[in-house]
């Protein structure tokens, strides 16, 4: 049974930083690929970024590419999204979605993201950012 596990949300200040973790478990962890997103009530859910595998490529959204970083532990089988720099209007439930493999989706400059076609969710927490 595969289980995506994230934790470390709350409520911080303007230029804080956190750090969310994501535990994926059923799962060949070195050949995972891991992505982060958020969503902000009555919005798209938006992609923050992704680790395609364990050696493989970190991709990032062109907007949040800068002040989030994405790292993996393949020992705790975690890969983790720092936030540097916080604003209010990062404050959104915060997901990450992970799967054997990733489809990424390529654009015409060269920029690439992982998508949203991951097959495995977790619940999602909640970071807060107050001004």
């Known amino acids: 049974q595969v289980q995506v596990v994230e934790s470390g949300g709350g409520l911080v200040q303007t230029g804080e930083s956190l750090r969310l973790s994501c535990e994926v478990s059923?799962?060949?962890?070195?050949?995972?690929?891991v992505g982060w997103f958020r969503q902000v009530a009555g919005r798209n859910r938006e992609e923050v970024g992704c680790?395609?595998?364990?050696?493989?490529?970190?991709l990032y959204s062109r907007s949040l590419k800068g002040r989030f970083t994405i790292s993996r532990d393949n020992a705790k089988n975690t890969v983790y999204l720092q936030m540097d720099n916080l604003k209010p209007e990062d404050t959104a439930v915060y997901y990450c979605?992970?799967?054997?493999?990733?489809?990424?989706?390529?654009?015409?400059?060269?920029?690439?993201?992982?998508?949203?076609?991951?097959?495995?969710w977790g619940q999602g927490t909640q970071v807060t950012v107050s001004s």
């Open positions: 979605a992970a799967d054997s493999t990733v489809s990424l989706v390529r654009y015409s400059d060269g920029h690439a993201e992982c998508g949203d076609e991951f097959r495995y």
């Open positions: 059923g799962l060949t962890f070195d050949e995972v690929g």
């Open positions: 680790s395609v595998r364990s050696g493989g490529s970190t």
